[in-house]
């Protein structure tokens, strides 16, 4: 199998103090008080190949490095060191963080159009595709309503029916399945096994175990920003639950 991501030895460090901010006069104590490499790494030398048709689960606990990471695979964040080598060639869909890439002002039928315009669809393409969407979505009666006025399971609703309507060749999903109810969750689940079926590349974070077991071939554990273990699922969940 051909490999869509290969990271080498990457690294990626934010300024501890902008990270640990929450008020003026933090920042103010914080200017005073700060040290030279005051860095929090997020990613600490990971080596990590994917390949084309896996599905691999992000285990890990608050803090590990998995949100960071998918980040770098959806080339929103570039490493400081090491390589990172993707597959361009295939369509990428990624559900990173609830809304974003929406514009609020926007209705959700605009934000569909404006999303698929980045994804490199025509406006006949998006055209042809959002009654499914919106059938997908169960929000016709919002669609164009601004953005902003959706609550966090609307959001994930159309998040997710766009992003998988285009059949994307990889999918990237951070923990959106968390939001709304259980009905949508699985109704999301059977279009994500399909799309695996057919052959998309697959990467999932999720806090839930037995989630990740049953959907995934692989799965990779980080700690502290490091791949502690990479390997069968139920071998690296066995692992994951005995350290704690």
Same mark, same amino acid.
């Given at each position: 199998?051909?490999?869509? #991501?290969?990271?080498?030895?990457?690294?990626?460090?934010?300024?501890?103090?902008?990270? $640990?901010?929450?008020?003026?006069?933090?920042?103010?104590?914080?200017?005073?008080?700060?040290?030279?490499?005051?860095?929090?790494?997020? $990613?600490?030398?990971?080596?990590?190949?994917?390949?084309?048709?896996?599905?691999? =689960?992000?285990?890990?606990?608050?803090?590990?490095?998995?949100?960071?990471? !998918?980040?770098?695979?959806?080339?929103?964040?570039?490493?400081?060191?090491?390589?990172?080598?993707?597959?361009?060639?295939?369509?990428?869909?990624?559900?990173?963080?609830? =809304?974003?890439?929406?514009?609020?002002?926007?209705?959700?039928?605009?934000?569909? #159009?404006?999303?698929?315009? $980045?994804?490199?669809?025509?406006?006949?393409?998006?055209?042809?595709?959002?009654?499914?969407?919106?059938?997908?979505?169960?929000?016709?009666? #919002?669609?164009?309503?601004?953005?902003?006025?959706?609550?966090?399971? !609307?959001?994930?609703?159309?998040?997710?029916?766009?992003?998988?309507?285009?059949?994307?060749?990889?999918?990237? /999903?951070?923990?959106?399945?968390?939001?709304?109810?259980?009905?949508?969750?699985?109704?999301? /689940?059977?279009? !994500?096994?399909?799309? !695996?079926?057919?052959?998309?590349?697959?990467?999932?974070?999720?806090?839930?175990?037995?989630? $990740?077991?049953?959907?995934?071939?692989?799965?990779?554990?980080?700690?502290?920003?490091?791949?502690?273990?990479?390997?069968?699922?139920?071998?690296?969940?066995?692992?994951?639950? =005995?350290?704690?």
């Amino acid at each position: 199998m051909s490999e869509v #991501f290969a990271l080498n030895d990457i690294t990626v460090a934010f300024d501890r103090h902008t990270v $640990l901010q929450r008020s003026l006069r933090d920042a103010v104590s914080g200017w005073f008080a700060r040290k030279p490499n005051a860095v929090l790494r997020a $990613l600490d030398g990971v080596s990590l190949v994917v390949r084309e048709g896996e599905s691999v =689960g992000l285990v890990g606990r608050n803090g590990a490095g998995k949100s960071t990471l !998918m980040r770098v695979l959806a080339r929103v964040i570039h490493p400081q060191s090491g390589t990172v080598t993707i597959d361009r060639s295939k369509r990428l869909a990624a559900l990173l963080e609830l =809304g974003i890439g929406f514009h609020p002002e926007l209705t959700g039928r605009e934000n569909c #159009f404006l999303a698929g315009a $980045l994804l490199g669809l025509s406006r006949r393409e998006v055209r042809a595709r959002l009654p499914l969407i919106v059938e997908f979505s169960e929000l016709a009666d #919002f669609i164009d309503e601004p953005v902003k006025t959706y609550s966090s399971g !609307m959001f994930a609703r159309l998040a997710f029916a766009l992003a998988t309507e285009i059949e994307p060749q990889v999918l990237l /999903i951070d923990e959106v399945l968390g939001v709304g109810d259980q009905f949508f969750v699985l109704k999301c /689940i059977a279009r !994500m096994q399909r799309l !695996m079926r057919g052959g998309a590349t697959t990467v999932i974070v999720s806090h839930s175990l037995d989630f $990740l077991v049953a959907q995934c071939s692989r799965l990779v554990w980080l700690e502290h920003g490091r791949v502690r273990l990479d390997g069968e699922p139920k071998e690296v969940a066995a692992a994951y639950r =005995g350290s704690a």
